[in-house]
C-alpha cells in the first residue's frame, strides 16, 4: 500500500486539490485499494475549516467532491504512518520541519519534482485567485508521481 501525505500551509486549497485528484486518478485506473491518500497542514490557521470555495468548484468541474473534508494539521505521527509527504513549496518544508524534525528517512519532496520541476512551487491559490493554474500544476505534478511510483 501506497500511503501519501499531501502538506501546505493551510489544508484549504492545494493539498486537498492534490488529495482528491490523486484518489480520482488511482480509482478510474482501479488501483484505489493500494493507495492511502489524505492531506493535511502546517499550519493551525484553517483547521476546522472545509475546502477553499475555489478549490471545491474546479474539482466540481472534474466530477469530484470533496464533501467531508475539514483541514487539519500535521502531527509527529504522521511522517511514521505515510510513505510520502509531498509538499507544496519550499516554506511547507520548514513548518513541516518544525513538526516532524528531520526527514531522516527521506519521506518529504517536493511536488513539482515530479513534474521535472525540482525546486518549484505550487502557486497558492488563496493569493493568486488563479485555481486553474494551481489545477495545471498539481495535475503535472501527480501525473508525474504515479510514474514515479510505476503506474
Request: proline residues 3%; aromatic residues 10%.
Amino acid at each position: 500500500m501506497h500511503k501519501i501525505l499531501f502538506i501546505c500551509h493551510g489544508n484549504i486549497c492545494r493539498s486537498p486539490m492534490a488529495e482528491f485528484l490523486l484518489k480520482d486518478m488511482v480509482a478510474k485506473k482501479g488501483l484505489a485499494a493500494a493507495f492511502s491518500i489524505a492531506s493535511a497542514a502546517t499550519s493551525r490557521e484553517e483547521i476546522g475549516n472545509p475546502v477553499h470555495y475555489g478549490t471545491k468548484r474546479k474539482l466540481a468541474e472534474l466530477g469530484i467532491s470533496v464533501a467531508g473534508k475539514y483541514a487539519r494539521q500535521v502531527t509527529p505521527a504522521d511522517y511514521h504512518n505515510y510513505d510520502h509527504l509531498i509538499i507544496m513549496d519550499r516554506n511547507n518544508q520548514r513548518n513541516l520541519e518544525r513538526i516532524i524534525g528531520q526527514d531522516v528517512d527521506h519521506k518529504v519532496s517536493l511536488l513539482l519534482a515530479y513534474a521535472g520541476r525540482p525546486g518549484q512551487s505550487i502557486a497558492d491559490p488563496w493569493y493568486t485567485g488563479d485555481f486553474d493554474l494551481t489545477y495545471n500544476d498539481i495535475q503535472a505534478g501527480l501525473d508525474g508521481f504515479l510514474k514515479y511510483l510505476g503506474y
